[in-house]
């Protein structure tokens, strides 16, 4: 006897129905992908100020949606902020780095709010 009578794929899910081995018993199985998640954290970061950094993490899957986050602002991309998201890495790039730039920064997943955060700490000159 087989042991699934139907599978049913979606985009999200795989439906198992299991055989009848009791006639009138059946019972199903719902299956999900795993979770979204960073492979490759934030790392805190050192940098002299008006020189440029780029803060990268790694997704478990490619071209997922994220947003970045400086302190509880989301980060808006200009011209001293530039997002770039290739496969499964994600970087936000800071140009011409200012003391006020110091903050916790983090990037987000849309999908699953899953996140990591680094320090960001630039010094002044001299």
């Keep these: 006897m087989e042991p699934f009578k139907e599978i049913i794929h979606t985009d999200t899910f ?11 018993c059946f019972g199903f199985f719902f299956l999900s992908e795993a979770p979204v998640v960073f492979i490759v954290p934030l790392q805190d970061t050192e940098i002299i100020e008006k020189s440029t950094t780029e803060l990268t993490c790694e997704t ?3 071209d997922v949606p994220v947003k970045w986050f400086k302190g509880t602002a989301e980060v808006i991309p200009g011209m001293r902020y530039k997002i770039r998201q290739e496969g499964t890495q994600c970087t936000l790039e800071i140009l011409n780095a200012a003391l006020d730039d110091t903050e916790d920064y983090s990037c987000v997943i849309v ?10 700490l630039v010094k002044g000159r001299g």
């Design 60 to 62: 478990s899957k490619p």
């Design 14 to 24: 795989v439906y198992l129905k299991l055989s009848n081995t009791i006639p009138g």
């Design 111 to 120: 999908s699953s709010q899953n996140s990591t955060r680094g320090k960001l």
